[in-house]
């Protein structure tokens, strides 16, 4: 069972592979993701426990210095967060549906991680940055008034940053709609 989770998202490639090596020799944890973005971007995506996660972040951070777009540490992740970067999310039906989409993968992240914490839904997906511009976003499902709450929270976290590009909730999506997302 993963901790705590963090990343740092770099706007070079080769300061992030860099950072990346600085960030896994800091400490005890896990590489989940390290790799380049849209466009032209570096994320690495680590877990562990909350001090090793947290050591590790900021090693990356003080080598990344200016290359750093982004950054944050989750000590106590939301687990359909992790189901839902790594595509491994069972949904047997969409209810109501939510969508964040941010300018960053870090902001997304923590979004996603504050909406699945707000209310009774359930994380589909977190798509990081590739082939849509650097730009991220989460779907999640649940009744409207869940969905409402959830992307209401993830998106204030993401708006206090600056990196809030656009929510919605739809109450009903079509039976085609369902299709293609799940």
Known sequence: ????????????????????????????????????????KYIVLISGDVSAVENAIEAGKKIGSEAVVDDFILPSVHQDV????TATTEVPDIKALGIIETFSVASLIVAAD????????????????????????????GDVSSVKASVDAGASTSTNKGMLIEKTVIASPHKDLKRCLL
Do not use: H
């Open 1 to 40: 069972m993963i901790q705590a989770i963090g990343l740092v998202e770099f706007t070079s490639i080769a300061k992030g592979i860099e950072a990346a090596d600085a960030i896994l020799k800091a400490a005890n944890v896990e590489a989940l993701a390290a790799k380049p973005i849209c466009p032209g």
């Open 82 to 85: 992790i189901n839902a970067i």
């Open 114 to 141: 504050t909406a699945a914490k707000a209310g009774n839904v359930q994380l589909i997906e977190i798509r990081i940055g590739m082939g849509i511009g650097g730009k991220s976003f989460v779907t999640l499902t």
